[in-house]
């Protein structure tokens, strides 16, 4: 992070945009306090860019509603019962909430929403000091009731209160702890861990999607290994992701064998470092990342410790695909993520027979066929894949796929081989063999459509020639 002065000049500049001094002068114009809050605050300390600009005031929704409508293009409520508004000033969105004083049940992550009448009240109650920091305006007086700029010195996520207690109101904020270890390279304190460790298991009263939405947005981050790690270290994983704890297989004296839960990691980085390089400047790919950290867990299920020390993992892909597709369907993502991992996981070890000989085109077809829209995220995955630390054998894996995809591209451009069909649709078979929409052209399709895969383009003629001898001799 850089210096206070230079994270309060960054704050300062901020304050005097045109949005945000119009927004302070109307609040103390109608008496009352308004202060820049949370994310923003945090981000201009760290040098990061500010995107949302969110804001807490002494006013009620009402009252808040009063003043900015004057002053905005648009407005609407987020959340009226929770005192939020939104508006939208000079072309950008801000969120403006009431002081806040919430009550816990301990039952679930739900409060009893109160308003609160003071800013520092109002900051205490937040999930990290971190983000419990404010810049009151138009004074622009920075309010730290908790220590945070101690914290970000330290690069530490420390609770304004006793992480017991923070996370007992809300057990959420242990898996915000882990997002925010990946996307702000900061640790958590002792006391947060041994509270996240102890607490693990009320993340249980905690929905699904919420649940979803943190661990997608951990995986989003750039670099989320040291989140993942603190999922699996905290037990937090047992609950949310189990099948990473269970890849830290025990070690046995007479076989020896990667490991495969720190090879998993391995290959989520590699993954990420591929499709930064492939895809620069796009969105990160979380089908592909879910598929990287999860496209060994079939592993501890096909382990077997065979004589001489040699220990296999037979199917684990068939195994782990059919694992992967019941913990994300139980976490809620959607059909087309879940399709696509299970695929990309089945599919993760095919390569490896190429390098054992050279692929006939038709094996290659195959390749691509079975990928479908998954061919290129396969490619990442399976180039991921390669963690050894024997460059002779990288190498020449690199090469052999360098070499696949080469041949992959040769035949796409050759017989367009994206959309790979058989040389007759079925209306084309219906008319050739006489016969209406029934099973039997669902077998013909198919039967063109392997002599398609095996031996590329026939031809209308010819393909309508071994159509009529095949269906002769049925």
């Known amino acids: 992070m850089d210096s206070v002065a230079e994270a309060l000049e960054r704050l300062g500049q901020l304050a005097e945009t045109s949005r945000v001094d119009r927004l302070a002068r109307a609040f103390h114009k109608a008496g009352h306090e308004l202060a820049l809050v949370g994310g923003p605050v945090r981000d201009a300390f760290l040098g990061r860019r500010v995107n949302d600009l969110d804001f807490t005031t002494s006013a009620t929704p009402d009252e808040i509603l009063a003043i900015v409508v004057p002053i905005a293009e648009a407005h609407w409520d987020v959340g009226r019962a929770f005192g939020t508004i939104a508006a939208r000033i000079e072309?950008?969105?801000v969120e403006i909430t009431t002081y806040r004083s919430d009550v816990y049940d301990g039952e679930t992550r739900k409060p009893e929403v109160e308003f609160g009448d003071t800013l520092e009240g109002d900051l205490i109650r937040r999930d990290f000091t971190v983000n419990s920091m404010a810049l009151r305006l138009p004074e622009r007086v920075l309010v730290d009731p908790s220590g945070g700029v101690e914290h970000l010195l330290a690069r530490t996520l420390e609770t304004p209160g006793t992480a017991v207690n923070s996370?007992?109101?809300?057990?959420?904020?242990?898996?915000?702890?882990?997002?925010?270890?990946?996307?702000?390279?900061?640790?958590?304190?002792?006391?947060?861990?041994?509270?996240?460790?102890?607490?693990?298991?009320?993340?249980?009263?905690?929905?699904?999607?919420r649940v979803n939405d943190e661990l997608s947005k951990l995986l989003k981050t750039k670099d989320p290994v040291p989140g993942v790690r603190l999922l699996v270290?905290?037990?937090?994983?047992?609950?949310?992701?189990?099948?990473?704890?269970?890849?830290?297989?025990?070690?046995?004296?007479?076989?020896?064998?990667?490991?495969?839960?720190?090879?998993?990691?391995?290959?989520?980085?590699?993954?990420?470092?591929?499709?930064?390089?492939?895809?620069?400047?796009?969105?990160?790919?979380?089908?592909?990342?879910l598929a990287a950290l999860l496209h060994d867990c079939g592993k501890p299920a096909t382990r077997r410790l065979e004589p001489g020390g040699v220990v296999t993992f037979h199917h684990h892909d068939v195994v782990g695909a059919k694992l992967a597709k019941k913990r994300l369907k139980a976490l809620r993502f959607d059909n087309d993520t879940i399709a696509a991992v299970y695929r990309l996981i089945e599919l993760h070890l095919r390569f490896f027979g190429y390098t054992e000989g050279a692929w006939t085109d038709s094996a290659v077809r195959r390749?691509?066929?079975?990928?479908?829209?998954?061919?290129?995220?396969?490619?990442?995955?399976?180039?991921?894949?390669?963690?050894?630390?024997n460059r002779r054998k990288a190498d020449r894996l690199g090469f052999a796929y360098d070499d696949l995809e080469t041949r992959i591209a040769e035949l796409r451009e050759q017989e367009e081989l994206d959309s790979l069909r058989p040389d007759l649709d079925g209306v084309q078979i219906q008319e050739i063999?006489?016969?209406?929409?029934?099973?039997?052209?669902?077998?013909?399709?198919?039967?063109?459509?392997?002599?398609?895969?095996?031996?590329?383009?026939?031809?209308?003629?010819?393909?309508?020639?071994?159509?009529?001898?095949?269906?002769?001799?049925r």
């Open 233 to 289: 270290e905290s037990g937090i994983a047992d609950l949310v992701l189990p099948e990473l704890p269970a890849m830290i297989l025990e070690r046995d004296e007479h076989h020896h064998h990667k490991d495969v839960f720190e090879h998993s990691l391995t290959v989520l980085t590699q993954a990420i470092g591929y499709e930064a390089e492939r895809h620069p400047g796009d969105a990160p790919d979380l089908t592909l990342r």
């Open 91 to 93: 072309g950008e969105t």
């Open 167 to 209: 996370f007992r109101d809300d057990p959420l904020r242990m898996m915000r702890a882990a997002r925010f270890t990946s996307q702000l390279g900061f640790t958590v304190s002792p006391a947060v861990l041994a509270a996240m460790t102890d607490r693990a298991s009320t993340l249980s009263i905690v929905s699904i999607e």
């Open 367 to 389: 390749y691509v066929r079975d990928a479908g829209d998954q061919l290129e995220r396969l490619h990442m995955l399976t180039r991921a894949d390669v963690t050894t630390r």
């Open 433 to 473: 063999l006489g016969i209406k929409p029934s099973r039997e052209v669902g077998e013909a399709y198919r039967y063109l459509l392997e002599l398609r895969t095996e031996e590329g383009p026939l031809g209308a003629e010819e393909a309508t020639r071994r159509l009529l001898t095949w269906w002769s001799e």
